[in-house]
């Protein structure tokens, strides 16, 4: 799956696993146009997402990227780089709102023919004024998974079904599918994801990518199609730590540069807990777990292990999202316009569409969060205070313990999808940072006979900084990421 920039005369520029700085470099030298890096990205999604190996990640292209890309071009005569993302093609979730020819949909066909967003959301305006090139909209698991209690990951009524690029028949995860996908498989500089609850770092662990859940707040949620405000984030999917830094720098509220952050000695005496709760249960993810504590102590972390969380109640979650969806949801259709205006109204929709849009699952959550009052319900307001206890209580655990972050693995390889049975997750460790806002970040930590397995970290509030370091630094010590390589079925590795 070798790609290269047409570059006229000059040496041809790699796109296959290129990353944001080596993209920057050659078009700084004159090496490359961001036109031609455009082209190529565009023709390799021809390639790769819309024939063979046919990803399906790509659920819309800018219609305009090469215009866009001429302009870009033009600046960096004339004018010299924004920074490190001028002219690099983004791929975003179809999720995030954009004021241009894209449409906006969430994955549904409910909202194909609703009124275009009337501006850009927080995170599409920050990688414009960072230069970025928006290159177009990724596919998603529906609704970003908050529709069914037993989708298939992966699947939108409009965008259909996103393959794991590692082995055709395997899940994406979700609900951040087609970017997670399209990263992986170099069909862009990098991508944008959103999570509520593991959409960023389980479809990043899957696909063989670093994947960045940013601290709540960080990253400007207005324009993103809701579940939770309490929960719901951007942030960047990645083939390195470096691209991510550099992603989350051009997208955070408080112009911080991440990238600074990045030291390969960043582990030597860090206290870290081993979360022996999230791993274990199967045998190849084990084997991974024991390899990637053994680099971090050879890093010179000390670790804790087993660092037990279990007295801390994440339980507050479920009433969160069911509330807030209903409010949050309610609120983003009614300014965007249109004919859909409340969950009721979807649900409706959906009914009346159920060949194309109900066929492999329902609308169970959709259906609990419709029937459920307002956020000064006294079960909301119990909810939200069990997550602030559990906030507290975590942060009092790691400062008992004086850890510098937890680690565990992201969760299990890659499952085989499965239309008509749903989704079979394997462990995961997303919730606790999901449920406090707190930030989470996963790096490729191996491999299980070839499907990509991800390592941890997580921490207290604010700790984006310090855990991007760490993960820098287990990064260049193991250098564990493999390019995929599109069997059409799952293999044994090096079959």
């Known amino acids: 799956m070798a790609a290269a920039v047409a570059c006229g005369r000059r040496a041809p520029v790699q796109l296959e696993e290129a990353d944001i700085a080596s993209l920057g470099e050659a078009l700084r030298a004159g090496r490359a146009t961001v036109r031609e890096i455009t082209q190529a990205y565009l023709d390799r999604i021809q390639s790769v997402d819309r024939r063979g190996p046919a990803l399906n990640s790509v659920i819309e292209l800018n219609p305009d990227a090469l215009a866009i890309a001429d302009a870009l071009d033009a600046e960096l005569r004339d004018k010299g780089p924004r920074g490190p993302l001028h002219g690099l093609p983004i791929l975003i979730k179809d999720n995030i709102d954009t004021a241009d020819a894209m449409k906006t949909t969430a994955g549904s066909l409910a909202l194909l023919d609703a009124p275009a ?4 959301a927080a995170v599409a305006a920050r990688l414009r004024e960072a230069g970025a090139l928006i290159l177009g909209k990724t596919n998603l698991s529906e609704w970003a998974n908050i529709r069914s209690t037993r989708s298939t990951s992966g699947w939108s009524g409009r965008g259909g079904l996103t393959r794991n690029p590692y082995a055709l028949d395997r899940n994406t995860s979700g609900s951040s599918a087609g970017s997670g996908a399209a990263a992986a ?188 009052g307002g956020l000064d319900d006294k079960p909301y307001l119990e909810a939200r205070a069990k997550v602030e206890k559990a906030r507290k209580e975590f942060t009092a655990l790691m400062d008992r313990e004086r850890l510098d972050a937890i680690v565990a693995t992201t969760n299990t390889p890659a499952w085989l999808t499965d239309l008509v049975n749903g989704d079979h997750f394997g462990q995961g460790c997303s919730t606790p940072a999901a449920v406090t806002g707190f930030p989470h970040i996963t790096v490729p930590g191996g491999l299980a006979e070839g499907l990509p397995v991800g390592f941890s970290f997580f921490g207290r509030a604010h700790d984006d900084e310090r855990l991007i370091a760490f993960a820098y630094a287990f990064e260049q010590l193991t250098q564990a990421r493999r390019p995929p390589r599109y069997r059409p079925r799952s293999a044994p590795n090096g079959a």
């Open 117 to 120: 967003p009337r501006r850009d």
């Open 185 to 372: 498989a170099s069909l862009c500089a990098a991508a944008i994801g959103t999570e509520t609850d593991g959409s960023i770092v389980s479809p990043s662990s899957v696909c063989g990518l670093v994947g960045i859940k940013p601290t709540v707040g960080l990253v400007g949620g207005a324009g993103i199609i809701p579940i939770s405000h309490s929960q719901d984030t951007a942030g960047p999917m990645a083939r390195t730590v470096r691209d991510a830094a550099l992603l989350l720098s051009a997208i955070n509220e408080q112009g911080k540069d991440y990238a600074a952050a990045l030291d390969k000695d960043a582990l030597k005496g860090v206290r870290l807990g081993v979360a022996r709760r999230f791993m274990g249960r199967n045998q190849h993810v084990s084997r991974v777990a024991d390899e990637c504590l053994a680099a971090l102590e050879k890093a010179g972390a000390t670790l804790v292990d087993p660092f037990d969380m279990s007295a801390v109640d994440f339980s507050g979650e479920r009433d969160t999202l069911l509330y807030e969806l209903k409010a949050d949801m309610a609120a983003y259709l009614g300014q965007r316009g249109g004919s859909m205006r409340s969950l009721d109204d979807l649900i409706e929709f959906n009914k009346a569409h159920a060949e194309a849009e109900l066929r492999w699952f329902g609308q169970e959550y959709f259906e609990m969060s419709a029937k459920v």
